[in-house]
Nanobody, 126 residues
Framework: AVDLEESGGGSVEEGGSLSLTCLYS????????VGWFRQAPGKGREGVAT???????TYIDSVKGRFTISGHNIENTLTLQMDSLRPEDAGMYYC????????????????????WGKGRLVTVSS
């Protein structure tokens, strides 16, 4: 199993920056994939960015050039730096991990993510 705990987030004006940190620990082996997901009020959960165990990074198009995911295999810490935030970036952000290999990591989907943090709220005002 993997335990995950997020910190960070908060409120910012449009164009501002926030960061999220996830501390995770596994009682078996290092996760194949770790990543960030978000859910806006009234909407479904969507992937934001992932890191595969081999270091491959993937972002969804809407955050490319604005968000930076880093960490994984570095002191079991995963960070999401969010710059140039937009109101549509607001929502609950979750850290997640998947132990099994598969295409879900590159696809930034939650189908292979087996373990989840409780989430942190990000609010962006216009």
């Amino acid at each position: 199993a993997v335990d995950l705990e997020e910190s960070g987030g908060g409120s910012v004006e449009e164009g501002g920056s926030l960061s999220l940190t996830c501390l995770y620990s596994s009682d078996t082996y290092s996760p194949f994939c770790v990543g960030w997901f978000r859910q806006a009020p009234g909407k479904g959960r969507e992937g934001v960015a992932t890191i595969r165990r081999d270091g491959d990074l993937t972002y969804i198009d809407s955050v490319k050039g604005r968000f930076t995911i880093s960490g994984h295999n570095i002191e079991n810490t995963l960070t999401l730096q969010m710059d140039s935030l937009r109101p549509e970036d607001a929502g609950m952000y979750y850290c997640a991990a998947g132990l099994s290999s598969g295409p879900y990591c590159k696809a930034v989907t939650d189908r292979g993510m087996e373990y989840w943090g409780k989430g942190r709220l990000v609010t962006v005002s216009s």
